[in-house]
């Protein structure tokens, strides 16, 4: 059964540096995903991707955070100088379309620990 | 932003008998509501979603049901098995676009042999 994937599966870093999530979706999705999940909290919506652009983003997604899709394969999330509150769960999702009954089907996850 | 709530932080079923796990809303343009379930270390798999045009979808031994009125959603799941032990969130997204969902806190689901 196709699967998201993600890489990798623990990144550690410190305060200030840049990382850069990787996200493998399914592969005749259409509709890219990224939510977070602080340690105790609930999953977050971060941000929405489609036709090479953002489609939709939420107030958590402000100008330290990117998106690209560099290839016909690839989608990356990348975060400019991390704070500590970085620190989480970024689950990756990818859905067929949009809309009802196009459920996002989700990555195992990267787990980020700012230091 | 309490939009989805799911109140039991935990529930303790008996393998065999019937589990259901509940979730509130309060955003009356949800329209869309989907059941993740989600092992440690692992993502969120899709399991059932229900369309507010709906008021049940079955799908095996898993059936949601929404009550529009009450902005209420429930997962029954029946007869609960060991492998069933995992956490259950609720999420829902509305029109138009439909692309961000919001989810609810988790219920910790422990099926007890």
């Known amino acids: 059964e196709p699967e998201v994937t993600q890489t990798p599966s623990h990144q550690v870093t410190q305060m200030g540096q840049e990382v850069i999530l990787r996200c493998v979706p399914i592969s005749n999705h259409l509709y890219f995903y990224w939510y977070r999940q602080i340690l105790g909290q609930k999953v977050e919506f971060l941000v929405s991707f489609y036709n090479n652009e953002i489609s939709e983003k939420s107030e958590i997604f402000d100008d330290q955070f990117s998106v690209e899709r560099p290839d016909g394969s690839n989608f990356t999330l990348k975060i400019r100088s991390t704070k500590l509150e970085d620190s989480a769960m970024y689950f990756c999702a990818s859905s067929e379309a949009s809309g009802k009954n196009y459920e996002q089907y989700f990555g195992p996850g990267t787990r980020l620990t700012v230091t | 932003d309490q939009q989805v709530k799911q109140n039991s932080p935990s529930l303790s079923v008996q393998e065999g008998r019937i589990s259901i796990l509940n979730c509130d809303y309060t955003?009356?343009?949800?329209?869309?509501f989907l059941w993740y379930k989600k092992y440690p270390a692992e993502g969120p798999t899709f399991l059932i979603s229900i369309s507010s045009i709906k008021d049940k979808n079955e799908d095996g031994r898993f059936t949601v049901f929404l009550n529009k009125s009450a902005k209420h959603l429930s997962l029954h799941i029946v007869p609960s098995q060991p492998g069933d032990s995992a956490v259950y969130f609720c999420?829902?997204?509305?029109?138009?676009?439909?692309?961000?969902?919001?989810f609810g806190q988790g219920t910790r689901l422990t099926i007890n042999p």
């Open positions: 955003n009356s343009m949800f329209d869309y």
């Open positions: 999420a829902a997204s509305a029109s138009p676009g439909a692309q961000k969902l919001v």
